[in-house]
């Protein structure tokens, strides 16, 4: 047979059906859901009389909206309350499980499906929400969905798709100390661009990638959509398995041994061919920072941003202009040494134990600098706890920063965790679009420990001066 | 879903590139549980001045291109979040067709879902595009989804590529859920096998 990839061998799975000159039929094993993007899609099933499929792969968290402040939500705003309230309403009269804002399990979807041991090896994994793609990480080919979408997997546990194209991206070598997996995807999008997967699913294959904690694989695939492909897949290893044994929803006992036979199966096949390469040396990289308003400009902290005359494309220079237009930089400018306002450690991208871990080690014993706004907002009630049994909330507290409830928080700016405008902020989320963490907004995406620096000293710092 | 089979109509130019769903609608105009009212939230930190009132400034809110239901944008339309509520928001403030030399996927995927025609041209023939709207505003442009054309007054016509089964779906209004529920034996018998 001829050798496949990861993607192909889980597509290959999935297809339901495929009619001459219709996309697949996509059978998705688990279908995640959230507060905002789900509304209008079980609307549609009421106006059409119809039961969701398969209450039991079918998962809903409450995190976009929803205040990371400890208040009553009789205080919140109405119109997040309602969302809340119209999710509780659908997932009791659907039979859906939900992970409620006042349960024991919440947070990030992105965050919660892997902690429960949801996301798998091999399946396939759907959610209203672009940064599905996390769940890649496990060797799952999991994506980002629209609302009317989510309303044809709830009513047919189907999607109706059009197979994608492969293309590897090989990271090679050994990180240096100070560069961490969120260098790494902001490198490989600076290089590849914004929209160059565009079509495509990425694998992340290499030493280097092998060589990453399930936390810092997340990262990576996280951000899969940033660079434009759809999806992006780690082939699970002993590593994936490790941090899924034992979790609520992971196979036990003989289940296990069984799924571990079929997991083990799942890597690219010798001689498998990708449609589309990118290879990079991991020893070369360097802490990134992002200057721009899309994340794929991007530079090293050591570089400086790039200046019209450098580029060729007049798309391109237009790109570069309006990005410092809006964010008030200068070309060719050096981007260490500005200052930041506020200092933001979270999201789906970068808010797991691990993150706050590495954060905690930089801001142990320091302070954040004079009138730096930071705060700390785990990814969910779990890494939140496990954050408190190790002391981090302390080390957070005590240098300066709040510690907050889980939620998506200021990485889109839906509740009242909002950056001012002309604000700078120094953030460990996936986005620095113009106005996504509050109007205005100026965000420099970077890891938590760049983050974590920046801090402490109040402006942008090579970290691995304080290592 | 409404059909879309033609459209003559005059066009905005928005010279920009990776326009992102944060732009076309900001989180903050999310939070509705229903699809209606998303207009108002279309590329609202553009749109409007720190008051509220129309910025004058921006494309959209000048008078020569009111009315205009065909957007033309620069490469990359669309990225970021899946957010099908940027959709609502075009096609509710009167946009039937984008017009740019290329989409992000999940925006893509999400218009054709909505009756709104998402046209990727070249790179040149959309910088033409705005200079000719820009010079003259009320430039009538015809989208023939059938032809799989562009036209232009002066019977300048170019074509776009469509994935065939899309393009019927648009052309009939068929949205997927149909076909989906037409495959219910299909899908229990795989996930009998499946297990
Ligand atoms: S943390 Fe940010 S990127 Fe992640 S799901 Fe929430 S809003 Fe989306």
């Known amino acids: 047979m001829k050798p496949q990839t990861l993607f192909e061998k889980v597509w290959n799975a999935h297809v339901v059906a495929q009619d001459e000159g219709a996309p697949a039929v996509l059978y998705i094993d688990a279908h995640l859901v959230h507060e905002v993007t789900s509304p209008q899609a079980f609307a549609m099933l009421r106006e059409r009389g119809l039961p969701v499929r398969r209450p039991d792969r079918t998962f809903a968290t409450m995190d976009h909206a929803i205040p990371t402040r400890d208040v009553d939500i009789t205080l919140w705003p109405s119109d997040a309350a309602t969302q809340v309230r119209t999710l509780r309403e659908n997932c009791q009269d659907f039979g859906v499980t939900l992970f409620d804002i006042d349960g024991p399990v919440q947070g990030i979807v992105h965050v919660v499906g892997p902690e429960m041991g949801i996301t798998q090896p091999g399946m396939t994994i759907v959610c209203g929400d672009s940064h599905t793609s996390t769940h890649g990480a496990f060797g799952a080919l999991a994506f980002g969905i629209g609302t009317s979408e989510v309303g044809h997997v709830l009513a047919t546990q189907c999607l109706l798709q059009s197979k994608p194209k492969t293309f590897a991206i090989n990271v090679e070598g050994e990180l240096g100390p100070g560069v961490t997996a969120k260098d790494i995807i902001l490198a490989v999008i600076a290089k590849n661009g914004a929209a160059g997967g565009a079509g495509h699913v990425f694998e992340y294959r290499g030493s280097a990638i092998r060589s990453l904690s399930m936390a810092n694989r997340m990262t990576i695939c996280n951000m899969s959509i940033e660079g434009g492909a759809r999806a992006g897949m780690i082939a699970p290893d002993e590593t994936t398995f490790a941090y899924l044994k034992g979790r609520p929803h992971a196979p036990q006992g003989a289940d296990w041994e069984r799924a571990l036979a079929r997991w083990r199966s799942l890597a690219s096949d010798e001689g498998a061919t990708f449609d589309r390469q990118l290879t990079l040396n991991a020893d070369q990289l360097q802490p990134m920072v992002t200057y721009g308003t899309n994340p794929g400009q991007g530079v090293p902290v050591t570089g400086r941003i790039p200046s019209v005359d450098e580029l060729e494309d007049p798309a391109e220079r237009r790109s570069l202009l309006s990005a410092l237009d809006y964010m008030g930089l200068r070309q060719g400018q050096a981007v260490a040494g500005q200052p930041v306002d506020i200092v933001f450690i979270g999201s789906c991208t970068n808010s797991r134990i691990e993150d706050l871990r590495a954060a905690a080690a930089i801001v142990q014993g320091r302070r954040v600098a004079g009138e730096v706004w930071a705060l700390v907002v785990p990814g969910s009630k779990a890494v939140k706890a496990q954050a408190e049994r190790e002391g981090l909330d302390r080390i957070f507290r005590e240098a300066g920063f709040e510690w907050r409830g889980a939620g998506c928080s200021m990485c889109l700016a839906m509740n009242d965790d909002k950056a001012g405008a002309g604000k700078y902020v120094a953030s460990t989320s996936n986005r620095n679009f113009q106005g996504r963490q509050g109007p205005g907004a100026r965000s420099l995406l970077m890891s938590p420990i760049m983050a974590a620096a920046a801090a402490v000293h109040g402006r942008v710092v090579d970290v691995r001066e304080m290592l | ?195």
């Open chain 2, 1 to 195: 879903m409404q059909p879309f089979t033609s459209l003559t109509a005059t066009a905005v130019p928005l010279r920009a590139e990776n326009v992102d769903t944060d732009q076309i609608i900001p989180a903050r105009y999310l939070t509705a549980v229903t699809r209606a009212g998303m207009g108002d939230g279309l590329f609202a930190a553009w749109r409007y001045a720190s008051d509220g009132a129309p910025d004058p400034e921006f494309v959209l809110n000048q008078a020569q291109h009111a009315g205009a239901e065909i957007l033309v944008a620069g490469r990359n339309f669309g990225s970021g979040s899946s957010r099908e509520h940027a959709v609502w928001a075009l096609t509710e403030y009167g946009f039937r067709a984008v017009i740019a030399p290329a989409f992000a996927d999940i925006f893509y995927n999400n218009s054709l879902k909505n009756g709104l025609l998402p046209v990727a041209l070249p790179e040149e023939q959309v910088a033409m595009l705005w200079d000719l709207v820009d010079e003259q505003p009320d430039t009538v442009i015809v989208i023939d989804l059938a032809a799989q054309t562009v036209t232009l007054p002066d019977g300048q016509q170019v074509g776009f590529a469509i994935d065939p089964y899309r393009k019927t779906c648009l052309l009939d209004g068929l949205d997927d859920l149909g076909y989906l529920l037409s495959k219910g034996p299909q899908i229990a018998a795989y996930e009998q096998q499946a297990g």
